[in-house]
């Protein structure tokens, strides 16, 4: 069937809103009609190559929608079910899918580097020629075609343009805290970086009952939406050193976690030199594919620090997502606030013209 579609054709370029062809769905697949597909900054690096992905693709790896129709032997959903498509396949079998750290399974890089669903091919065409799939899901585009695995059914009653935002920006930044990091109640935390995926750092920080949530960004518009989403203090970086505004922030003595959702050597580097002794830095950020830290060793060993990463919010997204609807639906995790505007699929250039300028904490592209 036709679609429209943004596709990628070149990295350095723009993207491109086209109409497409989009094959059915194999055995074990799904065709789903997207609603609102979430304009992550994953994607941007991409188009500008710090990200490493097959081109030419079908971008978007964040929404939400309708499942159109199914391939043979599908049974978790059927036409009309409202769905997330889950943006790192997992084969639920392997060492990494049982022991619940779902997103470290092996065929989810495989697809994610290949551009291609699990049997090696695509679903997506223009004119003949083959379209890659971006992690799996590709969801720029009003149809799409993904693995059941990677999809979540969700209840019908949320908003299929706030749902969008679970499958990303949501579970990686509470997941970062909650998941990965298991902040203890009282403890101390710093962000860096207050977007979109920041925010949801900030709020898992609320959520695991931290004292302190500091948080630090260079644009003051980010800084007032971390203060909405519960950050206890702001630092930018603007005026004066960041480790020392943090030092100075917990009587000179440095956060227990600090999270660096930029990407950015030099501020992964300020989120470890800010630790307390045992402080635990996590890499949430995407880095461009070459990137490398240094830290100092001493600080490892004498002062028991930990630089680590978490991918996908260390979660177990079937389990964790229906429990974020929960809060959602309880009135503690912010969502309406997350979701700043939306746009016309047409209109996905200016979105992440809006994205990078900071006029938009979270968006969405509409079909
Ligand atoms: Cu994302």
Same mark, same amino acid.
């Given at each position: ?88 396949? $997992? ?46 899901? $590709?969801?720029? $585009? ?85 203060? @909405? ?41 300020? $989120? ?76 996905? @250039? ?18």
């Amino acid at each position: 069937m036709k679609s429209k579609a943004a596709v990628l054709f070149e990295v350095g370029q723009k993207l491109e809103v086209c109409e497409v062809d989009v094959a059915d769905p194999q055995p074990g697949e799904v065709r789903v009609r997207m609603v609102a597909g979430g304009v992550c900054h994953s994607d941007l690096h991409v188009m500008t190559g710090h990200l490493v992905a097959p081109v030419p693709a079908v971008l978007g790896h964040e929404g939400a929608g309708v499942v159109h129709d199914v391939g043979a032997g599908v049974t978790s959903v059927k036409p009309g079910d409202h769905v997330i498509p889950l943006w790192r396949l $997992s084969c639920g079998e392997c060492e990494y899918c049982t022991g619940g750290r779902p997103a470290l399974c092996a065929i989810g890089t495989e697809i994610r580097w290949s551009g291609r669903l699990a049997d090696g091919t695509s679903r997506f065409s223009l004119d003949g020629r083959e379209l890659k799939h971006f992690a799996g899901v $590709s969801t720029f $585009s009003n149809y799409t075609v993904v693995p059941e695995k990677a999809i979540l059914k969700i209840p019908a009653d949320i908003p299929l343009e706030r749902a969008a935002l679970l499958g990303c920006a949501v579970i990686t930044g509470v997941g970062a805290v909650i998941n990965a990091s298991q902040v203890r109640p009282g403890r101390t935390v710093a962000v860096f970086g207050t977007g979109g995926v920041g925010v949801n750092v900030v709020q898992g920080a609320v959520l695991a009952g931290a004292e302190k949530i500091i948080a630090v960004d260079l644009m003051a518009s980010r800084l007032e939406e971390a203060r @909405n989403f519960g950050a206890t203090h702001l630092v930018n970086p603007a005026d004066g050193d960041p480790v020392e505004q943090i030092r100075a922030l917990t009587g000179g003595r440095g956060v227990d976690y600090s999270f660096e959702v930029i990407g950015l050597p030099l501020t992964m580097r300020q $989120s470890y030199d800010c630790l307390a002794k045992r402080g635990v830095a996590m890499i949430v950020g995407i880095t461009p594919t070459t990137a490398e830290v240094t830290v100092s060793s001493l600080s490892l060993v004498y002062e028991e620090r930990v630089l680590t990463g978490s991918l996908y919010g260390s979660a177990a997204p079937k389990t964790d997502i229906p429990r974020l609807i929960d809060l959602y639906r309880a009135g503690s995790l912010k969502l309406d606030e997350l979701l700043t505007r939306s746009y016309p699929l047409e209109e996905i @250039n200016e979105a992440y013209a809006d994205l990078e300028s900071g006029a938009t904490l979270r968006s969405v592209v509409t079909f």
